[in-house]
Every structure is written in C-alpha cells, then in structure tokens.
C-alpha cells in the first residue's frame, strides 16, 4: 500500500509539473504570436493575459482585446477573449466570444450582440500541423451598423473539415431565420412579395486548393469547386443549386451550376421588379423557362462555364468572371 501511496505521489507531481509547463508555454506562445503580429504590422493590444485550468484544461483569457489589421482597413474590439484546450489534447481549441463586441469595417462601425459564439479549431498532430477542421457556431446574432442598418439571424453553423483526397476541404454552412437589412430587401423586393425573414439557409461544398493548409501554407489558391447543395428558403419560394466548377491558373472557371425551383414565375417576377429583368424582356424569359420547365412546374436552369465564356440554359450571357 506505502508504495502505492508512493507511485500516485509520484505520477502525481510529475503530471503537476507537465500542466504547468504546459501552461506556461502556451502563454509564451501567445505572447510570442502577438509580438510577431505586431512586427508584422498588426496593431495588437490587451490589459491582461493568463493561463489556468489545473489540472485537465489550459484555459487562456485575454481581457481588454484590440485586434487591428495591418493594412487598417478593420479592426476589431471585445472585453475578453477564451481559449480553452485539454491539457491532453493541445492541438485542438475552443474560443468563447463576449455577448458584446464590435467591428470597425473602413469607415463604419458594427456592433456585434451574440449568444453563445463559438469557435473551434484542430490541427493534426504532425510535424508540418496540417489542417484538421474549423467550425463557428452562433445563437441568436444581431449586427447593428452606425450607419443605422441592422441585420440578425437565429442560428448559424460553419464548419470545415480536411477530406480524404488531397488538398481538399468540406465546406459546410447553415443559418436559419436571417433577417437582412431593410434597405437590401427594399431593393431585392420592392413590392414586398417576400416575408423579411430568410426562413434558412445551407451550403454543402468541397473545394480543393493548390497546396495543404499546414504552417506552410502560402496564399493557397481553388483549383476546383463542387457544391453538392445550395438551397435557400425565403417566403413561398425555394430554391437549390448543385454542380462543379474547375478553376485555371488565371482564375477561369469551367464546368456547370444547375439552379432548381418550383417557384420560377415568382423569381422572373422579383427580378422584374428590382429592375434586373426589363419588362419587355419578361414575356420571352417566361416563356423560354416554360419550355425548360419539366410538366411546366420544376425549372432546371443550368449555368455553364467553358472556353471563358459563361451562358445561363442555352443562352450565351457574356465574359465568365475570373475567380483570382
């Protein structure tokens, strides 16, 4: 039994010292990271810094926080920030977000009210700290601008996630009850045909790049996009999307994005409305969309990308944008 006594005491200290070597470390590596963005250019200020969590966890909390870009373009300011991690699994965090912050983009002001605002991140535990997955989740959000706009939503979820193929990543967002602000409704639906309230929202995507995400990484660059689902849900009108794009060293895309709705008379009419479709021009879009209609009821309007050039069903649009 004495010895037993004796080993626990042991494993005991020297776990002890593991955490707070651990923890130590990790406040010098932040402190390491905010002096090296600060040589960088980044204007970085806080009041206080420190570590705790004993014995399981190594909890960092930053009160005080001003986060500012190098090119001073936004800068960003809360009364704290959380950085949690396992004291076993250092490789993986979780930041926690104040209910109150703001957001200086340019010129104007954003402030920032949440509930629950989340974030987590994960590396692999190799050499070369290979991307592992991201996610961002939030409550109920409001953003009210001092330029006197204001948007909310409900929930929202982005997640991010390494998949099995090379360079490749999943994509993955979800936002239901987003309420966007008044003036862009006015201009989208002047005639008020929609509710305000985009009821949800969801993007099931995979993009690969030219290069892993690890430290290494250097302004990494799409090669190809598949969206797997698009779909959006406002008022009467539903809408999906699906397809795949291929993106050149120049940034020209080529490949193909289906659109699919039931509710295409109610779009060309929204669209008619906000000025994006002349009314004279209304009649042969109907008609055209008639025609493509399956049983004149779904719609599946393909987008095509090829040689430069983009068409919308068989009709060419137009130069293709260039995605770089």
């Known amino acids: 039994m004495r010895k037993l ?22 406040e010098q590596g932040a402190l390491q990271a905010i002096e090296q963005a600060q040589q960088d250019g980044w204007g970085v200020s806080y009041s206080a810094l420190q570590t705790v969590g004993f014995p399981s966890r190594f909890d960092t ?22 950085v949690f ?24 002001t954003l402030q920032l009210m949440t509930e629950d605002l989340r974030a987590s991140a994960g590396v692999k535990a190799n050499t070369d700290l290979s991307f592992d997955s991201a996610t961002i989740e939030s409550g109920a959000l409001s953003v009210t601008s001092d330029f006197g706009w204001v948007a909310a939503l409900e929930r929202a979820l982005i997640a991010t996630r390494a998949a099995d193929a090379a360079n490749t990543y999943d994509v993955y967002m979800d936002a239901d009850g987003l309420i966007l602000p008044a003036d862009l409704i006015a201009q989208i639906d002047p ?30 660059l799409a090669q190809s996009f598949t969206l797997n689902r698009f779909a959006i849900d406002w008022g009467d009108i539903a809408l999906a999307a699906a397809g795949t794009i291929d993106i050149d060293a120049l940034g020209v895309p080529d490949g193909r994005i289906t659109i699919k709705t039931d509710q295409w008379r109610e779009i060309i009419d929204l669209l008619v409305n906000a000025g994006a479709i002349q009314p004279g021009v209304a009649p042969t879009i109907t008609n055209m969309a008639s025609t493509m209609a399956q049983e004149g009821q779904t719609l599946e309007l393909p987008i095509s990308f090829q040689n430069g050039f983009m068409s919308v069903g068989p009709l060419p649009i137009g130069p293709a944008p260039r995605l770089r």
């Open 5 to 26: 006594t004796f080993l626990v005491l042991i494993l005991g200290a020297l776990y002890s010292g593991y955490w707070f070597y651990g923890a130590r470390s990790v």
């Open 61 to 82: 909390s930053v009160t005080d926080l001003t986060l500012t870009a190098a090119d001073g373009l936004w800068s960003w300011q809360a009364p704290f920030l959380q």
């Open 85 to 108: 991690a396992l004291s076993y699994q250092p490789n993986k965090v979780i930041a926690a977000f104040p209910p109150d912050h703001n957001l200086r983009l340019g010129d104007q």
């Open 191 to 220: 005639k008020n045909q929609l509710t305000d309230v985009i009821d949800r929202l969801v993007l099931d995507s995979q993009v690969t790049l030219d290069q892993p995400l690890d430290r290494h990484a250097a302004n990494p």
